[in-house]
């Protein structure tokens, strides 16, 4: 069986090809439109505030990336990734403001996309010594590993000491030109979307063809069973290790993006909050599926949108509810995880293969 | 030497609401295996529905009674809401359910009663201390300490000598074989999220008088995670002993530790010994090693 539905008539006659990324051209044309769309159909066709949107998205599915790779393909269930896109956001950003770089790089605009990669380089170092416990911790107990992750970098590291570098209260201002790509400046809406796409697009890329190698075979062994997978030669510690290194490096990656997108940084945009929202995301999007990863972060980022947009007229006549909108919210996410649980275990992911399906083998059912 | 022994007391005293709502995160693991990461929103919400019956002016005693009540009411509803259809489904789903549940609790709680500090008033306990040797206890933590080593033990007891207390303990082994030997799973899940609202509020009341009333109560029931690991997850006394050393833990960094590293270093504390402490007993101390066949 090849992973995906071909249509009637095409047969693979090599292994090589049943991996392939585009096994039709058909699906090749897809993606080439999906492409299109994501990096001049978005950026043209909307409005700034709704590009936005999508920036958000994206970070959001650039997050539960590493949480899906962590929990849907290794089983080792994380509370704590939001620590790894702090790590991320805090080096990236002290790289920019307080590393004596080179007048040559700076002007090239170098600064900050070097910065991208040794924070995401660092995230990924990080969030392995948080993962040496798998040595011996295994399933509920080692979730506390990654909580205390959480509780140790954000609450304690980053809120006591990092932010206090230069004498500052919390938050550390960004000026508006520090993150600064070749020429270009990210300011406004679209620069920091095309760059989030780029990084989005070549994310995905990693860990799809990471999944095809035998590190990522070695992965789902791991979770379907990590005594079978030890017996059969898998050297387990190594690959959950790795696993962590991706993972965080990945988070590392996401949170030197959100430099661009915002005027200050502050560890409150990083409360463990944001580590069960991207376990949250996954789970709404389906466990064990790239795409379900970002259809996740589309779902729950625009939700959110339009729950404000429906809230929004209450407000004359029951002005308390603007202020408490956000505790609204989160009580409306956990119903509508607990609904997903309930009703579709195998999240959106799932729903989207179903009515792929549909419309494969349409009119016929079978 | 007296700051030291008062530290250890007042670390005890703490340790041991601590121990209270551990053993309510330890109930609900040793019925159907699952982590229940909602018990810090389960203390906020008991907590907040104490304060919220104590400001219409019902006396405390009767006020825990009736969290104690809507803590079972509750715990049935979450049961057969939420929980239900989970019954015989992977575990990992269970537990996010738990997560789920726990933004929906905390959201539906600020919601309600708003961001703000709340403080018992007028205040529950008197102020003064009271003085046993050259020791000088706050009368806060001494009755809670009562209160809790009461309920610890009425809890033991519940386990061991009583039959749904060995109908719970029967699922936890083997939903399956307890099903099919005519336990009602889903009346045991409902016991046991019902104990863990009890203890939970309870625990969330009694914290409340002691630090006054806002989001951080969460905060102080996610706390206790590392004094139940520690402890082991499914044991009884392992909750006891680890939330009494969690507490004392605490307190002594709080005395000593904060003029060398400053900050929040005191809620950091456990996590941090609890991650060099799992190195060497993965399962915590009286926590069950299962062996693992393929």
């Known amino acids: 069986m090849s992973r995906v539905w071909l249509p009637c008539g095409h047969y693979h006659q090599s292994y090589a090809k049943d991996q392939g990324w585009w096994q039709t051209p058909v699906i090749k044309l897809k993606m080439l439109l999906l492409l299109g769309i994501v990096l001049l159909g978005v950026p043209l066709l909307l409005p700034g505030y709704w590009v936005g949107v999508c920036t958000i998205i994206g970070y959001t599915a650039m997050g539960a990336l590493g949480v899906q790779l962590l929990i849907g393909y290794t089983e080792l269930i994380t509370l704590g990734h939001g620590a790894f896109i702090a790590v991320g956001a805090y080096t990236s950003t002290m790289l920019v403001l307080h590393f004596p770089w080179p007048e040559v790089l700076v002007d090239l605009g170098l600064a900050y996309p070097l910065s991208i990669v040794v924070a995401g380089l660092f995230a990924g170092i990080w969030s392995v010594i948080f993962g040496l416990p798998t040595i011996r911790v295994k399933g509920f107990y080692f979730i506390l590993t990654t909580i205390a992750a959480q509780f140790i970098t954000v609450d304690l590291i980053l809120t006591q000491y990092v932010s206090k570098i230069g004498g500052r209260a919390q938050s550390i201002k960004i000026p508006s030109d520090a993150a600064k790509i070749g020429p270009w400046t990210m300011s406004g809406d679209v620069k920091p979307y095309l760059l989030m796409a780029v990084l989005l697009i070549l994310m995905v890329m990693v860990t799809a063809n990471l999944l095809r190698t035998k590190r990522g075979r070695a992965w789902m062994a791991i979770r379907d069973n990590d005594v079978a997978a030890s017996t059969m030669g898998i050297n387990v510690f190594y690959h959950k290790l790795l696993a962590f290194f991706v993972a965080g490096a990945m988070a590392g990656v996401a949170g030197a993006f959100w430099v661009s997108n915002t005027s200050a940084m502050s560890p409150e945009h990083f409360p463990w909050f944001l580590s069960l929202k991207l376990v949250g995301v996954i789970l709404i999007g389906g466990i064990g599926s790239i795409h379900g990863a970002i259809l996740g972060a589309a779902f729950w980022v625009l939700v959110g949108e339009f729950l404000q947009m429906g809230v929004l007229p209450l407000a004359d006549y029951w002005p308390n509810v603007l202020m408490s909108f956000t505790f609204l919210k989160t009580a409306f996410f956990g119903l509508i995880i607990c609904a997903f649980l309930n009703f579709e275990p195998h999240g959106l992911a799932y729903r989207w293969w179903q009515i792929k399906n549909y419309f494969n083998l349409w009119p016929f059912s079978y | ?294």
């Open chain 2, 1 to 294: 030497m007296e700051l030291f022994l008062m530290t250890l007391v007042t670390g005890i005293m703490v340790g041991g609401i601590y121990a209270l709502i551990a053993l309510g995160w330890v109930v609900i693991y040793k019925c159907s295996g699952v982590l229940n990461l909602a018990m810090g929103e389960l203390t906020l919400i008991g907590a907040y529905v104490s304060w919220w019956l104590y400001s219409t002016g019902i006396p405390f005693v009767v006020c825990v009674f009736l969290t104690i009540i809507i803590g079972i009411i509750l715990g049935i509803l979450t049961e057969r809401i939420f929980l239900d259809r989970l019954i015989g489904q992977p575990l990992l789903s269970v537990i996010m359910v738990t997560v789920g549940l726990s933004f929906f609790f905390r959201g539906t709680a600020m919601f309600i009663w708003g961001p703000s500090t709340k403080t018992f008033h007028p205040p529950v306990f008197p102020q003064e201390s009271i003085h046993v040797g050259m020791l000088s206890i706050t009368p806060v933590f001494f009755w809670s300490f009562l209160v809790v080593i009461g309920l610890l033990i009425a809890l033991v007891a519940f386990f061991k000598y009583t039959r749904w207390g060995l109908s719970m303990q029967a699922t936890a082994d083997d939903e399956t074989a307890a099903l099919s030997l005519g336990v009602s799973v889903r009346f045991v899940y409902a016991a046991s999220w019902s104990i863990a609202f009890i203890t939970a509020g309870i625990g969330g009341a009694l914290l409340a008088n002691i630090n006054g009333l806002n989001i951080n109560i969460a905060h102080l029931g996610l706390v206790v995670l590392p004094a139940v690991i520690f402890g082991g997850l499914n044991s009884i006394p392992g909750a006891i002993v680890g939330g009494i050393v969690i507490g004392i833990l605490e307190n002594m960094t709080g005395t000593y530790l904060t003029q060398i590293v400053p900050g929040g270093i005191k809620t950091i504390v456990p996590f941090i010994f609890l991650v060099i402490f799992m190195m060497f007993r993965p399962h915590g101390l009286w926590g069950w090693v299962r062996i693992e066949r393929v």
